[in-house]
């Protein structure tokens, strides 16, 4: 049998197929090489590549599995990591030059160790904006990654390079992260389900990192993977329980909300009248099914001020401060430059405006808990503005604006759960994301949310092949 484009088969099925022979381990690897070969010198998806390491790790398990061995639900599953995280054997290097003569990883962070745990076969590393700095995905480094819809523009970032390999079909499942919208804007324009799991589901580290206030590890697009990967870590103080039940088993037969509350714009700025038509219909038709939608007739924004500080002043500053007022400095990716410099350089990230921020993000929280009182999700646009060009703005009925993803960021500094769904395909052929927000810790109803609308907007949106 022919590995199936990985576009074109659940990862279950996928998996299934390995565990019961009619695929082997070897074939669905080598397949992603391919592959690979064949679109990533367009795409920039991948910045490194292990073939030989990952036809070793598939033949493994394709001997396990001749012999009769439990080899775990993701048997055979090729996976890209982001490069912001430790895989055994890769570099590190978070999209920045001042890393390229760290050596290699010698241990995985707990999301790759629970996937190969759990079968998985590692090829390599996806493309990130520096350190995960923006909504775009390139860096002076690597170079930008291509959105395979539409070569022209961004896949989104900071999640680019795994977005742009599954989308392409490169591999079936990658992982990223969410800090402001890392997971959902890249899923949004590459046409994928992605969700932001609450804080702490998919424990960070090792090693420990500074990640508390903002940002959140995951898989991309696939609730299988969630299942094998949430449960506590001693490197992740916020790690969270096991949940009780499995997010994957309650997707056969997911609840549709009774209530939903949909804000158009939740801030009650500009959005680009292609995506709000859209994002629109999704609702109607979601309404049409008998759910009541009621429209927000509050706003609510995702205080700018406070998401800088937390981000540049606690999450990544520390990290470049050894860098400044060295040549290594000029290596730094200009945009992130001038924001370190802006936030933390200056002085103006300091304990007391550390803590106003992080008061901030509480008093956030409590106003979105107000808002969203009564309804079982909130539903809004993903994103404010269409994909960019690599390293530009994105537009709003064709006008650049740098707020183009502002309406991400609100989940982060709320910690809530938040995921995007496709719901259309702009004119210049690059998906559309409606959003979906649940309450605190309600991560199932965000996912069966996301499922319903799979459903009944059914349309399993493929990119077109570019090479």
Request: hydrophobic content about 40%; overall charge negative; glycine content about 10%.
């Amino acid at each position: 049998m022919d590995v199936p484009d990985f576009r074109t088969v659940t990862v279950e099925a996928l998996a299934t197929m390995v565990r019961d022979r009619t695929l082997t381990a070897a074939a669905v690897t080598e397949h992603a090489l391919e592959r690979i070969e064949a679109l990533n010198p367009v795409l920039n998806a991948f910045v490194a590549l292990d073939a030989d390491g990952a036809r070793a790790q598939a033949a493994a398990i394709d001997e396990r599995l001749d012999a009769g061995d439990e080899v775990g639900p993701l048997a055979g599953i090729p996976v890209g990591v982001k490069d912001l995280v430790n895989a055994a054997g890769f570099h590190t290097s978070r999209g920045a030059m001042y890393t390229r003569n760290d050596p290699p990883a010698t241990s995985d962070c707990t999301e790759v160790a629970r996937m190969r745990a759990a079968g998985c076969v590692i090829v390599g590393k996806t493309n990130t904006p520096e350190h995960g700095c923006m909504g775009d995905t390139y860096n002076p480094r690597f170079g930008p990654t291509l959105n395979p819809w539409n070569p022209e523009r961004s896949p989104g970032g900071s999640s680019g390079g795994t977005g742009s390999a599954i989308a392409s079909g490169m591999v079936p499942v990658g992982t990223g992260s969410d800090g402001g919208g890392s997971i959902r804007i890249p899923s949004a324009i590459c046409g994928l389900s992605g969700i932001k799991t609450s804080h702490g589901r998919v424990p960070s580290g090792p090693p420990p990192s500074g990640l508390i206030d903002l940002s959140c590890v995951g898989p991309m697009a696939r609730p299988l993977c969630l299942d094998a990967m949430v449960g506590p870590h001693p490197a992740d103080l916020r790690s969270l329980p096991k949940p009780e039940v499995s997010w994957r088993a309650a997707l056969d037969t997911p609840r549709v909300p009774a209530r939903v509350l949909w804000a158009p714009s939740i801030d009650g700025g500009p959005v680009d009248s292609e995506i709000a038509s859209a994002c629109e219909a999704a609702v109607d038709r979601l309404a049409a099914e008998g759910v009541e939608v009621v429209e927000a007739r509050t706003e609510i924004s995702a205080v700018p001020g406070a998401f800088l500080q937390l981000f540049f002043g606690g999450l990544i500053g520390p990290a470049f401060r050894p860098l400044y007022g060295t040549d290594e400095w000029d290596n730094v990716t200009d945009v992130l430059a001038v924001m370190l410099e802006d936030v933390y350089v200056s002085g103006r990230a300091t304990p007391e405006s550390l803590y106003e921020a992080r008061q901030q993000a509480g008093e956030l929280s409590i106003a979105l808990a107000e808002m969203m009182d009564g309804y079982d999700v909130l539903l809004m646009p993903t994103l404010a503005g269409q994909a960019p060009a690599p390293a530009g703005h994105g537009t709003v009925d064709g006008t650049e604006t740098p707020n183009w993803f502002r309406f991400t960021p609100l989940a982060n500094l709320a910690r809530r759960p938040a995921g995007t769904v496709c719901c259309g395909i702009s004119t210049e052929a690059v998906p559309i994301g409606l959003q979906v927000v649940g309450h605190q810790l309600d991560d199932l109803a965000v996912l069966e949310t996301l499922a319903v609308l799979e459903d009944l907007l059914a349309l399993n949106p493929i990119a077109p092949d570019v090479a």
